[in-house]
């Protein structure tokens, strides 16, 4: 099979489409492929969108995924002190991936873009040093494609980051191993708070989630950071069902119906996203929150503005680096700093010990964990600090250096 | 390096770390290169299921 278009996308998840959707939609030639037989499948993530990053009136969530609404969320600290923020309004959403995928990818597809499933791209192709093209194979066999400008959207392993030589390979400290199930008769606190649990002994440089899908549905799952080899995140997770006092309480009853491994990427954007007729959006540039995790919006706007800017390069017939240059820009303005921010964030979170978090529980509210993981600056009593609390001072001069506090 | 292909959930984070760049993946598997792999272990340690055996 041979294919001669505008613009190649490899990875039809949420990066691919949103970029092919935008694209088609201002009239490129557009190919979407994936190599799954199945868009959306398997599912490996928390599925919520709305609360990092892109808010829920910037990105057009497809109705038929929705599946429960969310109004905030509850932290459970090391030891299980609470920290509750709740929105009158939902601000959120917890979707169903499978068909949140799909229907987008169904969307590029309306709007224009020609589709190739079951097709694994292997190769990109190089002309005088550029890129030229892709080739892959699926069951009718080669599959040659020639494009002006091609699209790396293919996830936290991008094949295409690796053959253009933007990604080698990852530290250990950038991905957390995570483990989850969708399981039906849970007994969250309230359908419309996502759930957090925090702690070394619960889940290591990362958190266990409850997330209500509604009608006692939840998506349950954990991210811990990468470990010496004899605990696994799959350890870790059945630890927290068996002996966690309060999740072991609501997931009593539940039961498993199905069961997701996954890997996800924390460690922040690629320094680079473009080369010459090249650009490379979502996981596969890394824009995920390095703290929440959350991926989903960000693909979706940086697809948009990929897709933008293939227009406006083809249109001015030129698909160099200098101008997809437009993109990595643009992105960067938008989210360049908040990710900066949130991996120092990181860097300290995770060097604070569970009682120092405890302390840190008991000193914040909700809506400051919502302008911390934001970026934006909260304001702090720091008389509510007692004096001899060497760490928890430490912590939060941290926060003042990252101009975290005002 | 052996995959238990029983455990594997295919979450392509042994094949994101490798730095012998010794993993490929299709949507079903992980492809070793045993040419490449030397067996340095890094990838176990991101493994979320413990389904990676390093041979000594
Ligand atoms: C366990 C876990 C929990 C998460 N929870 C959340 C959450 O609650 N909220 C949130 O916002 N984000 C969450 N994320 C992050 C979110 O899932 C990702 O950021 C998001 O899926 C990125 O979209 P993408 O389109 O870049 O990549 P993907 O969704 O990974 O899509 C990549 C696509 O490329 C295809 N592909 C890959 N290689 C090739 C190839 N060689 N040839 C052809 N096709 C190829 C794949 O089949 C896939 O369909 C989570 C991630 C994980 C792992
Ligand atoms: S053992 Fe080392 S070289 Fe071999 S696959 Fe794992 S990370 Fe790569
Ligand atoms: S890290 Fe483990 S579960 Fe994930 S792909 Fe590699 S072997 Fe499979």
């Known amino acids: ?406 | 390096m052996l995959i238990d292909r029983v455990k594997c959930g295919v979450c392509f984070g042994c094949a994101a770390v490798c730095p012998f760049d010794a993993l490929r993946a299709t949507d079903k598997e992980i492809i070793v290169n045993s040419d490449k792999c030397t067996n340095c272990g890094v990838c176990r340690k991101i493994c979320p299921v413990g389904a990676i055996t390093i041979e000594v």
């Open chain 1, 1 to 406: 099979m041979k294919f001669k278009v505008d613009v190649a996308i490899v990875g039809g998840g949420p990066a691919g489409s949103s970029t092919a959707l935008t694209a088609a939609k201002l009239g490129l030639n557009v190919l979407l492929i994936d190599r799954k037989a199945h868009i959306g499948v398997p599912v490996q993530c928390g599925e919520a969108v709305g609360k990092t990053g892109p808010s829920i009136a910037e990105i057009d969530i497809p109705k038929e995924a929705i599946r429960n609404p969310i109004r905030g969320f509850r932290i459970y600290s090391p030891s299980n002190i609470t920290v509750d923020y709740a929105k009158p309004q939902p601000d959120g959403y917890i979707v169903d991936r499978r068909v949140f995928d799909k229907e987008l990818f169904i969307k590029a597809a309306e709007a224009g873009a020609e589709t190739l499933i079951n097709t694994d791209i292997k190769e990109l192709v190089f002309k005088d040093g550029k890129v030229s093209g892709l080739i892959g194979v699926n069951d009718n066999g080669r599959v040659e494609v020639e494009s002006k400008i091609v699209i790396g959207a293919d996830g936290v392993f991008s094949i295409i980051a690796k053959l253009a030589g933007l990604r080698k390979y990852a530290k250990l400290s950038d991905l957390d191993a995570s483990v989850g199930y969708e399981m039906c008769n849970v007994e969250y606190d309230d359908p419309e708070l996502m759930e957090f649990y925090m702690g070394r002994n619960i889940a290591p440089r990362g958190y266990v989630w409850i997330f209500p899908k509604g009608e006692k549905r939840a998506n349950v799952g954990i991210g811990v950071g990468a470990q010496d080899g004899t605990r696994t995140a799959l350890d870790y997770m059945k630890t927290f069902m068996k002996e966690h006092p309060i999740g072991r309480e609501k997931l009593k009853n539940a039961k498993i119906v199905e069961y997701r491994v996954g890997a996800i990427p924390l460690g922040g954007p690629n320094e680079k996203n473009i080369l010459d007729n090249l650009m490379l959006v979502g996981d596969a540039a890394g824009q995920v929150h390095p703290i929440t995790g959350g991926g989903i919006g960000y693909a979706l706007v940086c697809g948009s503005i990929a897709g933008k800017v293939a227009a406006e390069a083809i249109e001015a017939g030129d698909t160099s680096e200098r101008m997809l240059l437009n993109y990595e820009r643009r992105w960067r303005e938008k989210y360049g700093e908040e990710f900066e921010k949130m991996l120092k964030l990181r860097e300290l979170l995770e060097k604070a010990e569970d009682k120092t978090l405890d302390q840190l529980a008991e000193i914040l509210n909700g809506q400051n964990i919502v302008d911390l993981t934001a970026g934006r600056k909260i304001s702090i009593l720091f008389s509510a600090v007692k004096k001899h609390n060497k760490e928890l001072l430490n912590l939060l001069n941290g926060f003042r250096q990252l101009k975290l506090i005002q």
